[in-house]
């Protein structure tokens, strides 16, 4: 009998010391996430340019299921000329550093465009500029630069998931822009540049691949339905908020637990007065 006791007793105590380390692993695991997400949070935009004619709207939905954080954003800002900035971004990678390595590649990007805003050249120095780092991290990315004035939209896509576009005659489709591979792989890469026009009541929607993709829907079927989105949302005159949120509304969808994150960006035309 004071054998048995004495097993007993051992396992008890082989027991609490499992419970004691799996709660400390748990309490590990959240302090990763908790911190991988503040610091997405605290990267991107607090606030959008509020600019006569144009009208942005964002959505954002951090993954935070175990240690599966990734780095997903967004950002729009004025440039020195007047001209507004528009980018999205997808850093390979879910962890704490995916989301650490986006900060660098938003902070670059908008270092670099107070010298240069052409879209193309651009992405190729911040492509140099994460090569040179040598993280052994990349970031798939769409940069535009839209003139109010105008509704004149330029872009250059690097290795990112398409944009979606919409026009209030009831036109909408993919963006076949041309694009070259993500940043950070090889230095001394080009990436062209393709001119777009917003039009009155027109609408672009850039995004990431978990508002499209993942494994319960193909991203060619993901994408369908952000045009169906748009589509009906400039034929009817909606807000750009409310088409952001019905975008984000439909990663719910995709059937994975990935960031996703949504721009977009509408134009009331030359033939409106501020």
């Keep these: 009998m004071p054998r048995k006791r004495s097993t007993d007793d051992e396992l008890l105590v082989r027991l609490r010391s499992l419970t ?36 942005l709207a964002v959505r954002y939905a951090p993954a935070c299921y175990g240690l599966n954080v990734g780095g997903d954003w967004y950002d729009a800002f004025t440039l020195p000329d ?26 670059a990007k908008r270092a670099l465009a107070s010298v240069t805003s052409e879209p193309g050249e651009l992405l190729a120095r911040t492509n140099d500029l994460l090569v040179s780092l040598g993280s052994g991290l990349f ?8 003139d109010p004035e105008t509704g004149i939209l330029e872009s250059a896509r ?4 398409p944009f979606v576009w919409a026009t209030a005659d009831g036109k909408s489709g993919i963006g076949e822009d041309e694009g070259g591979p993500p940043l950070g792989i090889e230095p001394g890469v080009e990436y062209p540049v393709t001119r777009f026009r917003l039009t009155t009541g027109g609408m ?27 589509g009906v ?8 908020q409310a088409l952001a949120a019905a975008v984000i509304k439909g990663a719910e969808r995709v059937g994975h637990e990935d960031d996703a994150a949504v721009l977009v960006v509408g134009h009331d035309g030359l033939d409106s007065t501020p």
Excluded: K
């Excluded at 007047?82 to 902070?107: C, K, S, T, W, Y």
């Excluded at 970031?139 to 839209?146: E, G, I, V």
């Excluded at 690097?158 to 998931?161: D, R």
């Design 204 to 230: 672009f929607v850039l995004l990431t691949d978990g508002v499209v993709e993942g494994p319960s829907i193909s991203i060619d079927e993901g994408l369908d339905q952000v045009v169906r989105l748009a």
């Design 82 to 107: 007047g001209r507004i900035g528009l980018a999205i971004g997808d850093v390979q990678g879910h962890n704490i550093e995916a989301a650490a390595f986006m900060g660098q590649v938003r902070a």
């Design 20 to 55: 004691a380390q799996a709660r400390e692993r748990a309490e590990y695991q959240r302090s990763q996430v908790e911190l991988a997400i503040a610091l997405q949070r605290g990267m991107l935009p607090r606030d959008l340019p509020d600019t006569p004619r144009v009208h």
């Design 139 to 146: 970031a798939t990315c769409t940069f535009m630069r839209l």
């Design 158 to 161: 690097a290795g990112h998931v």
């Design 233 to 240: 949302a400039a034929v009817a005159g909606l807000e750009a």
